[in-house]
């Protein structure tokens, strides 16, 4: 029996779609950016689970950095690990994570996990006393706070122009030569027509500078990402699901409910109610098969997370490892109901109601054909893997589902 050691493979050191595959290889992929975040394992903060009496508390904290331009793309990091026994490879997948979408500017996500957890005293005469635990609060954000530096770096700008602009007009005061020949009452008279002109062109002045405060051009980062982690044992692939949600919000057209949104917006908050549209691309992602030392494993079976594989016959020691890393991209339209109430900027609830799906009522299948990449590591190697290569051409396809 050869023992297979703990191996990555991998896009990249760390999840970065910039560096990934093309989710459509015929239209290509852009990789003008770079994503950064936190190895597995690291967080900003991780406080582990603290217990003060009958309380338990713990809170959690990553980041995620998008720079530049990326995508359509997606990227996977895991390890693989296992045995040959005879004529059977097995392989187990472990840490898995998958990431999917397209980004363009500059902005910073803060995803968190926050929790809060009550105890209960209880006795019994086996166990004697004992703490019951139950959560009592949850907040939990795979996405998290967002700070789009780019708008923000943009409104400075032009804040600073506007300053220097208001700053470079400096207004010189004619000064007035007496009118000889005119009566008092004349020079009076004369003197209000001439103020009244000038509080008008002041008035006009102010109105222009507001049209032009109207027109500035608003600019901010967008991004459609998913990402995922420790799905493979559950669900025998990776599924990110990229998605792009227009609301629909109704509350400006129904008077009492404006009324709540403006006494909100006085604590630096909203309310928001309505409809949301949502444009969805779940993106299948799996091995498929592996090759030891170049040598074709037959097609695997997966179960709870490990990939059964015929045809090692012969293989001993390996030395490398390539996997065969297919994906297939849906096309999905939902449709749900969401509100939101914010105050003061800290307080936030948003909730929506469960999305359904229009493609799974119509019974309508929109898909690209599966698309594969090899990508080999060294058997033990930490690191990233290598890309060898891609198969299989890729299409469109409509299939229309009992």
Same mark, same amino acid.
């Given at each position: 029996?050869?023992?297979?050691?703990?191996?990555?493979?991998?896009?990249?050191?760390?999840?970065?779609?910039?560096?990934?595959?093309?989710?459509?290889?015929?239209?290509?992929?852009?990789?003008?950016?770079?994503?950064?975040?936190?190895?597995?394992?690291?967080?900003?903060?991780?406080?582990?689970?603290?217990?003060?009496?009958?309380?338990?508390?713990?809170?959690?904290?990553?980041?995620?950095?998008?720079?530049?331009?990326?995508?359509?793309?997606?990227?996977?990091?895991?390890?693989?690990?296992?045995?040959?026994?005879?004529?059977?490879?097995?392989?187990?997948?472990?840490?898995?994570?998958?990431?999917?979408?397209?980004?363009?500017?500059?902005?910073?996500?803060?995803?968190?996990?926050?929790?809060?957890?009550?105890?209960?005293?209880?006795?019994?005469?086996?166990?004697?006393?004992?703490?019951?635990?139950?959560?009592?609060?949850?907040?939990?954000?795979?996405?998290?706070?967002?700070?789009?530096?780019?708008?923000?770096?943009?409104?400075?700008?032009?804040?600073?122009?506007?300053? #220097?602009?208001?700053?470079?007009?400096?207004?010189?005061?004619?000064?007035?030569?007496?009118?000889?020949?005119?009566?008092?009452?004349?020079?009076?008279?004369?003197?209000?027509?001439?103020?009244?002109?000038?509080?008008?062109?002041?008035?006009?002045?102010?109105?222009? #500078?507001?049209?032009?405060?109207?027109?500035?051009?608003?600019?901010?980062?967008?991004?459609?990402?998913?990402?995922?982690?420790?799905?493979?044992?559950?669900?025998?692939?990776?599924?990110?699901?990229?998605?792009?949600?227009?609301?629909?919000?109704?509350?400006?057209?129904?008077?009492?409910?404006?009324?709540?949104?403006?006494?909100?917006?006085?604590?630096?908050?909203?309310?928001?109610?309505?409809?949301?549209?949502?444009?969805?691309?779940?993106?299948?992602?799996?091995?498929?098969?592996?090759?030891?030392?170049?040598?074709?494993?037959?097609?695997?079976?997966?179960?709870? *997370?490990?990939?059964?594989?015929?045809?090692?016959?012969?293989?001993?020691?390996?030395?490398?490892?390539?996997?065969?890393?297919?994906?297939?991209?849906?096309?999905?339209? *939902?449709?749900?109901?969401?509100?939101?109430?914010?105050?003061?900027?800290?307080?936030?609830?948003?909730?929506?109601?469960?999305?359904?799906?229009?493609?799974?009522?119509? *019974?309508?299948?929109?898909?690209?054909?599966?698309?594969?990449?090899?990508?080999?590591?060294?058997?033990?190697?930490?690191?990233?893997?290598?890309?060898? *290569?891609?198969?299989?051409?890729?299409?469109?396809?409509?299939?229309?589902?009992?």
């Amino acid at each position: 029996m050869a023992k297979i050691k703990k191996t990555r493979i991998s896009t990249s050191p760390t999840l970065d779609i910039c560096q990934g595959f093309a989710l459509f290889p015929n239209i290509g992929t852009i990789r003008a950016g770079r994503t950064f975040s936190a190895p597995p394992g690291k967080h900003i903060i991780n406080t582990g689970r603290k217990t003060i009496l009958l309380w338990q508390f713990s809170a959690t904290v990553d980041y995620r950095i998008f720079a530049g331009i990326c995508g359509p793309a997606y990227a996977t990091l895991f390890d693989v690990s296992g045995e040959i026994n005879s004529d059977t490879a097995m392989l187990k997948v472990e840490l898995d994570q998958a990431a999917a979408g397209v980004f363009a500017g500059l902005t910073v996500f803060f995803p968190y996990d926050f929790v809060v957890r009550s105890g209960s005293v209880k006795w019994t005469l086996k166990k004697g006393f004992y703490t019951t635990w139950k959560n009592s609060f949850h907040k939990q954000d795979k996405t998290g706070y967002k700070i789009d530096l780019l708008e923000k770096l943009v409104e400075f700008i032009l804040k600073k122009l506007k300053e #220097d602009k208001k700053g470079g007009d400096g207004k010189i005061e004619k000064q007035k030569e007496p009118m000889k020949g005119v009566s008092q009452e004349k020079k009076k008279q004369t003197g209000k027509e001439d103020e009244k002109e000038e509080d008008e062109k002041e008035e006009d002045e102010k109105e222009e #500078d507001e049209k032009e405060e109207d027109k500035d051009v608003s600019v901010s980062s967008f991004a459609i990402y998913s990402q995922v982690e420790n799905q493979f044992a559950k669900l025998g692939e990776m599924l990110p699901q990229p998605t792009f949600s227009l609301p629909i919000d109704i509350v400006p057209h129904i008077e009492p409910l404006a009324a709540v949104d403006a006494a909100l917006k006085a604590v630096w908050g909203g309310f928001q109610v309505g409809p949301r549209l949502d444009f969805i691309v779940p993106v299948h992602i799996k091995p498929s098969g592996a090759s030891l030392d170049n040598k074709r494993l037959g097609t695997p079976k997966i179960q709870n *997370g490990a990939l059964t594989m015929t045809g090692a016959h012969g293989i001993t020691s390996p030395e490398s490892i390539t996997m065969e890393m297919t994906h297939q991209s849906e096309f999905k339209f *939902g449709v749900a109901l969401y509100t939101s109430i914010s105050a003061c900027k800290l307080f936030s609830f948003n909730q929506a109601t469960p999305r359904l799906v229009l493609n799974d009522l119509l *019974g309508i299948k929109i898909a690209t054909d599966p698309h594969c990449n090899y990508l080999t590591s060294v058997i033990g190697n930490l690191n990233t893997s290598e890309d060898v *290569g891609s198969c299989d051409s890729e299409k469109i396809s409509v299939v229309f589902e009992p």
